[in-house]
C-alpha cells in the first residue's frame, strides 16, 4: 500500500479541543496546571483521557506502575505495536502542553484513522507514562525509568513525596494500580510529539524539530549541615552557616557551567532550608543541582568538579557536606531510521524543519533503551515551559500530530 498522501492531516480543531478540556482537570493559579503525579487531579485527568479512549474504540492495558496503554488493533496479531507515548502529569505550576500535547496528539492519530478507516498490520498503543515531571517524587521519567529496567517497583514504590507520602501508596490511593508486570510489553517502535520547551524552533521560523538527541542530566541532592542559632546574637566569626554554603555552591555551579559552554547548563530549582525561620540560622539545607550536556564527558566532568568545589566549600565553612545523585541519565541518540521518518514526514507535508538536541529529558530517553525511538518536536511561544504561561499556536499543535501520523504510519504498516 502507497504511503498516505500529503492531504491525510488530523482534525486540528478536535485536538486543540481536547487540549483545552485537559486544562480544565488540574487547574494551576496563573491559567496553566498544577496535575502532579498520582493527586486526585492527575485520577481526574486519566479518566477523562480514558473515557475519550473507549470513545474512539481502544482498550486498555494498566501496568503496576499506573502506565496506561490504550490499543488500537492491527490487522496482524502477532505484529509488534507502534507505540506513541508522552506524560498528562504537570509541574505544580505547569504548562498545558508539556507532556498533554504528545498524549492527546497520540489520541488525535487514533481518531484520525477511525475518521478514514485506515486499518494498520500492527497495532498502534497510545502511552500516558505515570511521573514524568519528577516533581512531586524524584526522579523524573520514574515510571518509563521502571519500564525500562532502570529502576526496580520497589525503589519507585519506595520514592517519598515532601509530605513523607510514598508514591506505592499514592498510586494505590487515586486507584490506578495495573496488573501488567512493567516492562513486559515489547515495542515495534516508539514516537513521541513533545513542544520543545525551549526557544531554538520559534527563533527560526521552524515548525518542527526532528529530534536526534537528548542531552544527559544529572540531580545531584547536597544536604549540608550548619548549625542552628540566634541570627541576632550569634557573632558571625562563630557560625556554621549552611545557608551561605549553598550560596557558594550555587554560584559555582552557574561558574561551571557558564565555563562548559556550548551545550550545558546548571542550576537549582528546590532549596529547603531547615527549620526554615526567618531568625534561626538553618540547621539543614537541602537543595538539587540540576546539571546538563549532550556531551558525556562535559556532563561527567562538571558532575566531577561541582562534587569537589563543593566539599572545599562546606570544609572551608565548617558544614557538613553529603551529596546523592537522585536523578541521571546519560546523553541520547534516536534510532536513525525513526529519524528519518520524521524528517521525510516534514518534507512531504511541507513543514520547514530542523534537526534539534532536546534540552529536556522526556519519557522516550528511557524506552530509546529497549526500543527503536524518536521524537517529534513543535515550537511554543519564547521557549518558555516549566511556567503556567507555556503557550503554544494551535498551528504548532497540529503540524506536530500531522508529522507524527505519518511517521507512524510509515511504521505500523497502512494495510488499507
Ligand atoms: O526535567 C525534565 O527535563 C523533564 O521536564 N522531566
Ligand atoms: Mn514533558
Ligand atoms: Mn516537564
Known sequence: MPSPGENLRINSARLWDSLMQMAQVGPGIAGGNNRQTVTDADAEGRALFKSWCDAAGLTMGLDRMGNMFMCRAGTDPEALPVYIGSHLDTQPTGGKYDGVLGVLGGLEVIRTLNDRGIRTKHPVVVTNWTNEEGARFAPAMLASGVFAGIHSLDYAYARKDPECKSFGAELARIGWVGDEEVGARKMQAYFELHIEQGPILEAEKKTIGVVTHCQGLWWLEFTLTGKEAHTGSTPMGMRVNAGLAMARIIEMVQEVAMAAQPDAVGGVGQVNFSPNSRNVLPGTVIFTVDIRSPDQAKLDGMRAEIERRAAAICDDLKVGCAV???????????????????????????????????????????????????????PCVDGLSHNEAEEISPEWAAAGADVLLHAVLETAVVVD
Open 324 to 378: 546523592e545523585a537522585v536523578g541521571h541519565f546519560d546523553p541520547v541518540t534516536f534510532t536513525p531510521e525513526l529519524v528519518g521518518r520524521v524528517r521525510a514526514a516534514a518534507e512531504k507535508l511541507g513543514y520547514a524543519h530542523r534537526d534539534i538536541i532536546s534540552g529536556a529529558g522526556h519519557d522516550a530517553c528511557w524506552t530509546a533503551k529497549v526500543a527503536p525511538t524518536t521524537m517529534v518536536m513543535c
